[in-house]
């Protein structure tokens, strides 16, 4: 499984005596690489730093953190600031998981079809997937704000999982079907041959090669979902608001008042630590899926 | 699949039942039903809502009415800076109304598109070379940059936010006594810098993966041949990376002149950062009808724009990862 072109260097160091015009040239990469690592990395550690500083303190200076308090958890959790941090996190899990699920049971087929089988009509209905993909989020606001309204489904969940298919499905059918044309098809043949009926096949052989696959493009769909804000802003009530939203009306737009910084940024910490950790876990299987793919969230 | 003949153990394959065609259509016919649903529904009745007037009071008699068609006076409304005014009569906008704030969204839409995706085509491209070549400690390089794309939009926003205040950490770092946030182009360069931030590690992930079907033996010639770096990152990578290159620019441009989360939380409703999206947002608080009818007009802006972009510089999305699917 060619997973990874990426593992592959760009330009293959040809073999010579190490000279000093070398030393150089790596000098030079690791000092790019320090670089890129930087632009990564400091303001999510910026992040981190002000969420455990002491809120009195929060526009220190200093590159590590100082007055180390957990105090912006507790605040960030508080519901008696008219914020309810823990649930829209609750609400997050509910609607990304919800998107999920229905995008992944619609996708594979359609993935496994266009990366499978030749047939007429092929390029109408990828362009038509990517068109959709590429439509901008806020022509569906207006009219779904109002059909939802019409519906009685203002703030209730279902407001906001089927808007988020608009955009999660097409980027799952094309991660999906770039990562099934790799897969090693002769094998599901090979089975065949060798007397398993083709549903066999396709469980024991197919399915634990495209296990992996399927995982990943969970993986990128469920962030995609999480990191909606304009749609889940107009649709969401109080009970119902996914983290985004949560986070982006923390502290109010309470004019000349400095926002709850500290509590903010632990909340922010919180939603983007179990996405860190995913990352840094399915490196390798993310930025192909991403690539493959070429739709951004 | 529950459609498929009953098993037989004969190795001898059955004819299909349909047509492959038909059996195809068959499978992707639930994500087009979907696609239809939760984005033909919504557009349809967006371009319907489009030509009818907004409810309100009329002005002529004082009374609530409920709207009724307005022709295209929701799309002159916008593009010709139209308005009605207390006789009924069609004037321009005045200052401070939606209509006269259109042209300006636009501008400021378009100038963010432009400086953020040459940016990150720029700086990712230089990211690109630096993650392309083999060192120590490579792979953690690549999931750090993963890092700013994992964050959602509205953290980053929040983020950067606090990083541009007054006291804030951008001030200290370099001296300034900016009010990033609040006065027009620092705003502006705010957005900017947290978007570049935040997709520049995209689009350099889009371009390595370009660079990496490059064939190596094409670079071990032109070394023969005795070309430079630089003659060989022109007359080479740049031409061959051209369709990658292309493509995630595509990509990048469609998805910057739809910005909105960043502008939206970051500066709030400061009119100098004010994109399409945003006003459309704002516009639908007041008029449903009105907003759809600029809705429709961001629709057809972008799509002119991802048109241009296919057809004249011909970065075709659909074909080149066909074809990079196939190089594989």
């Given at each position: ?65 100082t ?16 914020t ?36 007429r ?50 980027m ?21 041959i ?50 985004t ?25 919180i ?27 | ?22 059996r ?58 139209q ?50 070549k ?60 947290a ?62 002149l ?63 990862q ?7």
């Open positions: 499984m060619s997973t990874d072109v990426l593992d592959q260097p760009v330009n293959k160091p040809v073999r010579q005596p190490v000279s000093w015009g070398r030393r150089l040239t790596s000098g030079r990469v690791y000092l790019g690489a320090l670089i890129v690592l930087i632009w990564g990395l400091a303001p999510f550690y910026w992040m981190v730093v002000t969420a455990l500083r002491d809120p009195a303190y929060i526009f220190d200076n200093t590159p590590w953190p007055h180390i308090t957990f105090d912006n958890f507790r605040t960030a959790f508080d519901t008696n600031r008219g309810d941090f823990g649930r829209a996190l609750g609400n997050s899990v509910i609607i990304g998981a919800a998107t999920t699920a229905i995008a992944l049971l619609l996708g594979v087929m359609a993935a496994y079809a266009l990366a499978r089988l030749t047939f009509g092929k390029y109408l209905v990828s362009g038509l997937i990517l068109s959709a993909s590429m439509f901008p989020v806020v022509v569906l606001a207006t009219p779904l704000f109002q059909l939802f309204t019409d519906l009685g489904w203002y703030g209730h969940y279902q407001a906001m999982i089927i808007p988020n298919i608009s955009f999660v499905l097409p799952t059918v094309y991660i999906l079907s770039s990562f099934f044309s790799e897969l090693p098809w002769e094998l599901e043949e090979a089975a065949r060798d007397g398993a009926s083709r549903f066999q096949a396709f469980r024991l052989i197919m399915l634990p090669l495209a296990a992996p696959a399927v995982f990943t493009t969970a993986i990128l769909a469920f962030i995609a979902a999480v990191n909606e804000f304009l749609l889940s802003n107009l649709l969401s009530s109080d009970a119902t608001a996914p983290v939203v949560a986070i982006a009306h923390f502290g109010g737009n309470n004019g000349s008042k400095v926002p709850p910084y500290g509590a903010i940024m632990a909340a922010g910490t939603v983007t630590i179990p996405l860190v950790i995913m990352v840094l876990l399915f490196q390798r299987r993310i930025i192909s899926g991403l690539t493959a793919g070429g739709v951004k969230s | 699949m529950k459609s498929q003949a009953p098993q037989s153990n004969s190795p001898k394959r059955r004819g299909p039942v349909l047509g492959l065609t038909a195809a259509w068959l499978f992707v016919a639930p994500v087009l039903l979907a696609l239809v649903v939760v984005v033909g529904y919504p557009v349809v009745r967006a371009v319907i809502m489009s030509f009818q007037k907004d409810a309100g009071i009329d002005k002529s008699t004082g009374m609530f009415v409920e709207g009724g068609s307005a022709g295209f006076g929701n799309y002159t409304h916008w593009l010709l800076q308005c009605t005014n207390s006789l009924g009569e069609t004037v321009s906008c005045p200052t401070g109304n939606g209509g006269s704030e259109f042209w300006a969204a636009v501008g400021v839409t378009f100038f963010f598109a432009v400086v953020t995706v040459s940016l990150e085509a720029t700086i990712g491209l230089g990211m690109a070379m630096i993650m392309g083999t060192f120590k400690g490579r792979a953690l390089l690549r999931a750090a940059v993963l890092i700013p794309w994992a964050i959602p939009t509205a953290v980053t926003a929040r983020l950067w936010e606090f990083m541009f205040q007054y006291d804030g950490v951008v001030n200290r770092v370099f001296g300034t006594h900016i009010v990033w946030t609040v006065e027009g182009w620092p705003a502006r360069f705010a957005v900017i810098i978007d570049v931030w935040k997709t520049t590690p995209f689009m350099a992930l889009l371009i390595l993966a370009g660079l990496q079907v490059i064939p190596e033996d094409v670079y071990e010639a032109a070394k023969v041949d005795g070309a430079s770096a630089w003659q060989r990152f022109w007359n080479i990578t740049m031409p061959l990376l051209k369709p990658a290159l292309l493509v995630a620019v595509l990509f990048r441009t469609m998805d910057a739809r910005l909105y989360d960043l502008p939206a939380i970051m500066t709030q409703d400061l009119g100098a950062t004010r994109t399409i999206s945003t006003l459309v947002v704002q516009q639908s608080r007041s008029g449903a009808n009105s907003a759809s009818a600029l809705s429709i007009i961001t629709f057809l802006l972008i799509f002119a724009v991802a048109f241009v972009l296919v057809k004249g510089l011909g970065a075709n999305a659909v074909r080149t066909e074809a990079q699917r196939e190089a594989h």
